[in-house]
């Protein structure tokens, strides 16, 4: 049972992570293109800060920051690392669903290209 609550920081730093991705560009998308001015780039930006659910984008970030230092504790960085890049994967995919981004040839053989390394790694 133990082992398996080792995979679940791994598990929680891989979720929280995708969670902040996907809730950052959401957002992010809904108020439109980063002005031009210092003055109204700086003004833009504090605005995004205020929004409570960019706001729990960046606490996703933090809450997966100490997933992952529970996680090293456990796991060699040489094993845990390349289960990160299961980000790629999942954001991709999600953004693709939910965000309605575009799903091309190239990148699902980037996507497939990246599980067989991490499979790979994983074994070693």
């Given at each position: 049972m133990?082992?398996?609550m080792d995979y679940s920081y791994l598990a929680a730093t891989i979720g929280l992570t995708?969670?902040?991705?996907?809730?950052?560009k959401w957002r992010i998308s809904?108020?439109?293109?980063?002005p031009e001015g210092a003055v109204?780039?700086?003004?833009?930006?504090l605005l995004l800060l205020l929004d409570p659910i960019i706001f729990s984008?960046?606490?996703?970030?933090?809450?997966?920051?100490l997933a992952w230092m529970?996680?090293?504790t456990k796991f060699d960085l040489s094993?845990?690392?390349p289960f990160m890049s299961l980000n790629f994967v999942i954001v991709l995919l999600l953004s693709c669903w939910l965000l309605s981004e575009s799903f091309t040839t190239e990148k699902?053989?980037?996507?497939?290209?990246?599980?067989?390394g991490t499979m790979i790694v994983a074994r070693g």
């Open positions: 133990s082992r398996y995708v969670y902040g991705q996907m809730i950052l809904e108020y439109g293109a980063l109204e780039k700086l003004k833009f930006l984008g960046f606490l996703a970030a933090f809450l997966a920051s529970a996680a090293m094993y845990a690392y699902m053989l980037g996507v497939t290209l990246i599980m067989i």
